[in-house]
T-cell receptor
Framework: EAAVTQSPRNKVAVTGGKVTLSCNQTNNHNNMYWYRQDTGHGLRLIHYSYGAGSTEKGDIPDGYKASRPSQENFSLILELATPSQTSVYFC????????????FGAGTRLSVL | QQKVQQSPESLTVSEGAMASLNCTFSDGTSNNFRWYRQHSAKGLEVLVSIFSDGEKEEGRFTAHLNRANLHVSLHIREPQPSDSAVYLCAVLSSGSWQLIFGSGTQLTVMP
């Protein structure tokens, strides 16, 4: 069964601190995505990747970096966390060929104080 | 840039009554639409994927797509209290692999 695992599940960070959210998928999917979810905005795309070594900017990339060191792992990095980045973050993976279906992780709740 | 909007923001129905959720999008060239469900702050569960105009049924969930009207809907037959959740419409942006989401509809099913 397709699996996407996010860690940590909950994180409290201080303003100005560095935060790294990790995502691991066992689906052997080429594409991976990071979204954030806020009330009234639904899910918004931050960064995505087409494969190991690639990162692309989504709709709201400012303040975030991404890293795809391998097929399985995709990280979201907040170098200088701000309270406006308090949100729930979702990672997803998907295939490139044929019908694309995204598989989502369970989410990471981040609070920046 | 594809824009996706959902209505209503919230919907309350009685158990057993049909629930209908709406989604409009701005780019009619897309051909890949999904409806997801999210319970509380858990992960997303895909309910129905639809790729051509018409109807697609998955159990109690039926999606209707009309690209000429830039509209896709979700109908839930015989909803149960356990169906209470946020429902998200998503459209795969043409020419890329970006999935654009609406802001969601909070569905509450009363026993």
């Amino acid at each position: 069964e397709a699996a996407v695992t996010q860690s940590p599940r909950n994180k409290v960070a201080v303003t100005g601190g560095k935060v790294t959210l990790s995502c691991n998928q066992t689906n052997n999917h080429n594409n991976m995505y990071w979204y954030r979810q806020d009330t009234g905005h639904g899910l918004r795309l931050i960064h995505y990747s087409y494969g190991a070594g690639s990162t692309e900017k989504g709709d709201i990339p400012d303040g975030y970096k991404a890293s795809r060191p391998s097929q399985e792992n995709f990280s979201l990095i907040l170098e200088l966390a701000t309270p406006s980045q308090t949100s729930v973050y979702f990672c997803a993976s998907g295939s490139t060929g044929g019908i694309n279906t995204l598989y989502f992780g369970a989410g990471t709740r981040l609070s920046v104080l | 840039q594809q824009k996706v909007q959902q209505s209503p923001e919230s919907l309350t129905v009685s158990e057993g009554a049909m629930a209908s959720l709406n989604c409009t999008f701005s780019d009619g060239t897309s051909n890949n639409f999904r409806w997801y469900r999210q319970h509380s702050a858990k992960g997303l569960e895909v309910l129905v994927s639809i790729f051509s105009d018409g109807e697609k049924e998955e159990g109690r969930f039926t999606a209707h797509l009309n690209r000429a009207n830039l509209h896709v809907s979700l109908h839930i037959r015989e909803p149960q209290p356990s169906d209470s959740a946020v429902y998200l419409c998503a459209v795969l942006s043409s020419g890329s692999w970006q999935l654009i989401f609406g802001s969601g509809t909070q569905l509450t099913v009363m026993p």
